[in-house]
RNA sequence: GCACCCGUAGCUCAAUGGAUUAGAGCAUCUGACUACGGAUCAGAAGGUUUCUGGUUCGAGUCCAGACGGGUGCACCA
């Protein structure tokens, strides 16, 4: 099903052609929601724009275009305002038949991608032996929601978590599992317990030069495949991914892969080989670097840095002196396996800010390498305290991920304790409000904004929430729930109200938003959409009776609530948000 | 030093180069409670979009500069 602001943009791009004006390369006929009910429902610009590149009067243009628009099926007589904007009124009958093959429509009015993408989607990424924390809340749930929106709209989706599972942390990990593992804590909090044993050994190691030695003795002896250290270093990875799994499945959260960085270790020699071979990497003050190749202008240059004044090389580099082999080296090899192996067109991470050099060394590395494949660096700004620094607990140590459902879970259960449920039905509502909140007020925001973490804001019950937007999901399953399911939608819809008009208009809206997401990777436009639509629907609500009401119009208003229903319920999926039929 | 990101209402945040009036939510104030779930709705008030220039018919948005904040810059990931 196109969206009106397809129908439109194809109309007025016929009624250009009709008028012999050939719109000049690349020119794009834009339509675009109203900014403001009064000018309708939708506008373009597109007069303006073609008549500043042909050099003619846009409202001369307007009016010529407006001759050849045939648009009667969708919107009354189009006007022309301002220096030469176009306004579209949707009539009420097109909204009407709108509304009827919603009803019947499984993608809602989401039309597929045209060309779809094999897209390997890199996010989360927590470390082996550490919790999550609350720095790993961004990445997570912004490319979860990433992932289901862009498979939505068409798209081949792989999702692969790229653990941290390999690494000079090791060294004292096996040092500390040899020397003072406890098996009983293992059991119990396998994290927890490698954690302390890690903590130990670290300050240990700092105080004691010659632990510090044995711990280095013990990664090169993992990195030289020793058995007992691999055996350890086994169980540690199995350990920590029982544990993930678990959070991962309370979360709602899937993968297609767990491929961490061990899983390239044996491609990075041959890897490193390659780029000496074909001149992209030289080794320099013993270490295997890729510096700039020159062809770009210094400021754009990944692998140039200014110093006092003088554009200095700030080479990449992919081996160390020591032989050994880094982040950005794993990175390469893993963008290898992911074209060879999946056939990824494109490749997004998500990944904070800090790291956007790092990309662009590696992007520019690899299209040097001459590999075809699209790759994006999906930035995202800090979660902050309550005092506008990063957020963190009183000892300075970033706050767990666990802990911050917890206490969500918890909060939430305060407010569901007050409602008529069983305790069983309450434990489980405030289980998945408590994860809405956490994941609304992190998918709201702009993803490039730092943004302050208050539990407060995202468990209000009114406002912007999670809980407010359930709530709307829920009084759209209870008008259906008071029909005792004794109801059968007709698609005979007519539209009366200004309110069914509006609701109407913006039930359509969903087929745009979905893909507007994807251009510029913003799951709180989304977010936004769904929160409009729950205020347009209890504005409607609160104008038009549905039970009350007979015949045709109670039909449409049944219909109206049942798509809404379908798409507050399909939209918050989108966002990793579970909705409930009552609470 | 250089690069990147950010600067919008008292607070937390939106805003695809567009329209006399830059939007929401908190908080504040005024209405609607014999309630299809009031966890709601209708409304009021609140702004020199940090500043200065420039491009444009048109700038919160693009460009240049200043100021303020954050982050990153050779063998960690």
Known sequence: MPTYRQLLSERLLAAFLKANITPPEGLIIEVGQASDSRFGDYQSNAAMVMAKALKINPRQLATTLIEHLDVADLCEKPE??????????????TLAQRLS????????GVPAVNIPQRIVIDFSAPNIAKPMHVGHIRSTFLGDSLARIARFAGHHVITDNHIGDWGTQFGMIIHGWKTRLNQEALQKDAIQELVRVYREVNAEAKADE????SCKTELVKLQQGDAENLGI???CVKVTLDQLHEIYSRLGIHFDHYLGESAYNDRLAPLVENLLNEGIARISDGATCIFSDGLKKPEEDPFLINRDGKWEPAPCIVRKTDGGFLYATTDLATIDHRIREWQADEIWYVVGAPQQLHFRQVFEATHRRGKKVRM????????????GKMFKTRSGESVGLIEVFEEAVERAGVVVAERELGDDEKAK???????????????????????KFSWDKMLALQGNTAPYLINAYVRTRSIFRKLDGAVTLDPTCEITEDAERILTVKLAQFGEI???VLVDFRPNLLAQYVYELANTFHSFYEACPVLRSEGTVRNTRLVLCEVTSRILKKGLDLLGIQTTERM
């Open 376 to 387: 994006i660096h999906i930035a995202f700004g800090s979660i902050l305290g309550p005092d």
């Open 101 to 108: 093959s919603l009803i019947n429509d499984d993608r809602l």
């Open 514 to 516: 979905v893909h507007d």
């Open 210 to 213: 010659s632990i510090l030695t």
């Open 429 to 451: 509502i405030a289980e998945f409000i408590g994860i809405a909140a956490v994941k609304y007020a992190e998918l709201s925001q702009h993803r490039m904004t730092d943004y």
């Open 233 to 235: 270093w086994q169980q």
């Open 80 to 93: 022309i305002a301002g220096p030469g904007f176009l306004n579209f009124r949707l009539t009420k009958e």
